[in-house]
Each structure stands twice: as C-alpha cells, then as structure tokens.
C-alpha cells in the first residue's frame, strides 16, 4: 500500500446549469482551481440524459466494462475523486474510453442513477445532461481540493506496447 498525506482545502460549490455536461463541469471546476487532486463530495440533482461505464457480462460469462446511455428523466448521486493524466508518451492524443489527454484533469467519479423503473450505478461518461424545468437548475456538485498531494492517472508501458495497467501514482507535494 501506498499513502501520502494532503489537506483538503476549501470546498468549491458549483451550481450546474440546465443541459449541462455534468463531466465537463467537473473539468471546469478543477482547472479552473488548478488541482492536481481533490474529492467530489456529492453530485445532487436531475440528469435528462446518463452515460455510464459500467461491468457487464461477455458471452463467455467473463466480465468485461461497457457503455451504457439512460434515457431521463432520472435523480442522480454520486461521488469521486480527481487528478491529472500523468501520460507523456501519449502527447495531445485522447486515449481510453474516457478520451484522456496529458496534462488534463481526470475525474473517477461514481454516479448513481434512478428512473421510474430502474436504478444504475456506474461510472460518469461523457454525455450526463443537467435536467431542469426552470432556467436556474438546481443540480450541486461539492468539490473540495487536496493540497500538498497529487494524484496521477499513469499508464504502464508506451503506447506501442498496447495497455498494461491503469492506475493512480499518488505524489506528495511540499
């Protein structure tokens, strides 16, 4: 196991607007306040629209992840954590089914989901939309940032390689 140590810093509220992008507005809030990690506290609100990465069952009953959109309206939850994708080999091409790029924000952040039939858990995609009746939306996302840390997305090997192992390097900074 590795640790290191951080302080969380002051917490960032964000008030999404009608149609939104809820991925998109997570990378605004963490450029925006230069974080190199922090926490998702809670995402509160209504999505019109959800995409989710998720486990599914392959033909051959192995598990593999796959994409799944949802049709709104739907009340959404959540929580996460964000970094930066730490993957110079890579240079300004998007890679992954997230479309990383070095240098820029990453989030890992768990959203749960419930429509009139069915609730879903997976991970936030692209493609999440702010559902709202008024032209104010009341959808809340609580971020907060950890100081003195960093928190990576690194990949094993150069591309070439083909991908071997994602995962976050955890880095002090004083």
């Not at 999404?16 to 997570?26: F, K, Q, R, V």
């Amino acid at each position: 196991m590795q640790t290191v140590t951080g302080r969380m810093g002051p917490v960032i509220l964000a008030r999404l607007e009608p149609h939104g992008d809820l991925l998109a507005s997570i990378y605004e809030v963490a450029r925006t306040h230069q974080m190199k990690a922090g926490v998702i506290l809670s995402i509160t609100g209504a999505l019109e629209h959800a995409v989710l990465q998720r486990f599914e069952k392959g033909a051959d009953n192995t598990q593999k992840i796959g994409v799944e959109e949802i049709p709104g309206p739907m009340e959404a939850s959540g929580h996460g954590i964000i970094g930066v994708v730490d993957a110079p080999e890579r240079g300004d091409v998007p890679f992954g089914v997230g479309g990383y790029v070095n240098g820029e924000p990453y989030a890992h952040v768990h959203l749960t989901v419930t429509t009139a039939t069915q609730t879903i858990c997976g991970h936030v995609m692209p493609g999440c939309r702010v559902r709202s009746n008024h032209p104010v939306s009341h959808f809340t996302i609580m971020i907060a940032p950890i100081e003195e840390a960093a928190l990576k997305l690194t990949i094993d090997g150069p591309p070439e390689a083909g991908q071997r192992g994602v995962y976050h390097l955890l880095e002090s900074i004083a």
